[in-house]
Nanobody, 125 residues
Framework: QVQLVESGGGLVQAGVSLRLSCTAS????????MGWFRQVPGKEREFVAA????????GIADSVEGRFTISRDNAKNTSDLQMNSLKPEDTAVYYC??????????????????WGQGTQVTVSS
């Protein structure tokens, strides 16, 4: 069965960096677009970034562009989200997701077939 497991979340102060990792199993990882989303209580899940099978970033949210970088390692079945210059408004549960869907935008939650359980990131001011 497919599993996506996020790690690397935590409580940090504003301005520092944090790196999240997503480890995938049970799928042909190199065939999937990988995405990162975040969600705070009471709000919809928000797109953060996506990366294609070939390692090219296919989308990134305006709110994080220039601070966050998405990457992947097809040999290790992992996707990372490097988060720099963190702000209190980055506080959320961060989810990774995998997709083999076509015909939908990468920032849509419906584009993704599989989701991880999420990891909490809390940024204090």
């Amino acid at each position: 069965q497919v599993q996506l497991v996020e790690s690397g979340g935590g409580l940090v102060q504003a301005g520092v960096s944090l790196r999240l990792s997503c480890t995938a199993s049970g799928l042909t990882f190199r065939s999937y677009t990988m995405g990162w989303f975040r969600q705070v209580p009471g709000k919809e899940r928000e797109f953060v970034a996506a990366i294609g099978w070939n390692g090219y970033t296919t989308g990134i949210a305006d709110s994080v562009e220039g601070r966050f970088t998405i990457s992947r390692d097809n040999a290790k079945n992992t996707s990372d989200l490097q988060m720099n210059s963190l702000k209190p408004e980055d506080t959320a549960v961060y989810y990774c997701a995998a997709s083999r869907t076509t015909g939908l935008p990468v920032m849509a939650t419906s584009f993704y077939n599989y989701w991880g359980q999420g990891t909490q990131v809390t940024v204090s001011s």
